[in-house]
């Protein structure tokens, strides 16, 4: 493994991590109150968007230019983050009841996780692992096109 890369894992976790908890702050930072009109409502969440934006626009840049994750682990990630969000936000903001199901949903989530990230099916069916389509050329590429016209 190349350890050079895991400053970069790091900053990218960390900064997706700060960005979907803003994100998820923003959506619930206004339930409590009852009487808010649409205007005051989105005057309250808005800014948590566009900090989120920021932060996240970062993260997803460190993560094209090293490679740090597939779209799916990607999505993985987001899951995993607002779904602790929410519980945390349901538990200690909202008052809410955490039921042990959804503890149980969790360590589903963070299961499937990790066997997406280890390729730990593919492992033990001996399946081939596909590589990364960020690896692949574009289709629309514009040196791809002129390579296929020199081709014909």
Same mark, same amino acid.
């Given at each position: 493994?190349?350890?050079?890369?895991?400053?970069?894992?790091? /900053?990218?976790?960390?900064?997706?991590? $700060?960005?979907? #908890?803003? /994100?998820?702050?923003?959506?619930?930072?206004?339930?409590?109150?009852?009487?808010?009109? &649409?205007?005051?409502?989105?005057?309250?969440?808005?800014?948590?968007?566009?900090?989120?934006?920021? !932060?996240?626009?970062?993260? #997803?840049?460190?993560?094209?230019?090293?490679?740090?994750?597939?779209?799916?682990?990607?999505?993985?990630?987001?899951?995993? &983050?607002?779904?602790? /969000?929410?519980?945390? #936000?349901?538990?200690?903001?909202?008052?809410?009841? !955490?039921?042990? /199901?959804?503890? $149980?949903?969790?360590?589903?989530?963070?299961?499937?996780?990790?066997?997406?990230?280890?390729?730990?099916?593919?492992?033990?069916?001996?399946?081939?692992?596909?590589?990364?389509?960020?690896?692949?050329?574009?289709?629309?590429?514009?040196?791809? =096109?002129?390579?296929? =016209?020199?081709? =014909?």
């Amino acid at each position: 493994m190349d350890y050079s890369i895991l400053p970069y894992y790091a /900053s990218f976790l960390f900064l997706f991590l $700060i960005a979907n #908890i803003l /994100s998820t702050w923003g959506q619930y930072v206004t339930l409590p109150y009852i009487d808010l009109t &649409m205007w005051q409502a989105y005057k309250m969440a808005i800014p948590f968007v566009w900090v989120e934006w920021i !932060i996240l626009t970062y993260a #997803i840049s460190l993560e094209h230019t090293y490679k740090l994750f597939t779209p799916t682990q990607i999505t993985f990630l987001l899951i995993i &983050m607002q779904f602790v /969000s929410v519980l945390t #936000i349901n538990k200690y903001y909202l008052k809410k009841t !955490i039921y042990i /199901s959804d503890i $149980i949903a969790f360590f589903i989530i963070i299961a499937g996780f990790f066997i997406s990230v280890l390729h730990l099916i593919s492992k033990v069916l001996h399946l081939p692992i596909q590589s990364d389509t960020l690896d692949q050329p574009d289709s629309t590429d514009k040196s791809n =096109k002129n390579s296929n =016209k020199d081709e =014909k």
